[in-house]
């Protein structure tokens, strides 16, 4: 089993929709949680930090659910501009802090 | 302030060739982490360092190595180079002790380097 699995997509919406995605993990002692946003050929951008059980901030909503290993992430009212494609990020603790990604979730916002 | 910076910015070799990667992270930060990005994949942890000393590795085979310079620059090695090596290889420069335990603590990805293995 992978550590930190996602759907692929990709996920096709149209303008002003509201989208979901969601993310599990292995290692229950993992301790805090990310999602990042990777537009194509570029470097990974922090969108939100999940530390306690959520996060809001603007359009964007991220809950933690640790009893059942995963993380969502919900974006209201998409924009054309959120098409990128979505990495959920785990990172457990040990004597390093090694951040373990998903693969991804591609979503695309259309007109 | 200037961000995370890598260099170069592109990158051709051939097999069994060396290759140094370079980065220098924000200003006042004391811990780099390196990850290796295949297209189509999530990037992977190659190594973690925070002053000067490796904290952590990777899965990765003994032909990667990496170092972290007085003023918090790192460099990565890669020796022996094999097709499978072609990535984007991203620095990760990590607030605080590099350890993500307040909700502050973060970590911010230059702009990679593209290695391409021929």
């Known amino acids: 089993r992978k550590e930190v699995e996602q759907d692929p997509g990709p996920f096709n919406v149209p303008e002003g929709a509201t989208v979901a995605f969601n993310c599990t993990y292995s290692n229950s002692a993992s301790q805090s949680f990310f999602w990042y946003r990777q537009d194509c050929r570029k470097e990974p951008k922090l969108l939100m930090s999940?530390?306690?059980s959520g996060n809001e901030d603007g359009r964007f909503t991220a809950q933690l659910n640790r009893a059942s290993q995963y993380i969502s992430l919900l974006i209201r009212d998409s924009k054309l501009s959120d098409s990128a494609t979505y990495l959920c990020v785990v990172n457990y603790t040990g004597t390093a802090s090694k951040l373990t990604f998903g693969t991804g979730t591609r979503l695309q916002v259309t007109l | 302030d200037a961000g995370v910076t890598q260099s170069p910015t592109h990158l051709i070799k051939t097999r069994g060739q060396h290759v140094t990667l370079r980065c220098s992270p924000i200003s006042g930060h004391k811990s780099v982490s390196w990850y290796q990005q295949v297209l189509g994949q999530g990037p992977q942890f190659i190594f973690q360092y925070y002053e000067k000393e490796e904290r952590g590795r990777g899965n990765f085979p003994d032909r990667f190595s990496a170092r972290q310079f007085p003023n918090y620059s790192s460099e990565l090695n890669v020796n022996a180079l094999l097709l499978g090596d072609s990535a984007l290889y991203l620095c990760a420069s990590v607030t605080g002790t590099g350890f993500f335990t307040t909700s502050t603590d973060t970590q911010y990805f230059g702009p990679g380097t593209r290695l391409t293995v021929l």
């Open positions: 999940v530390y306690s």
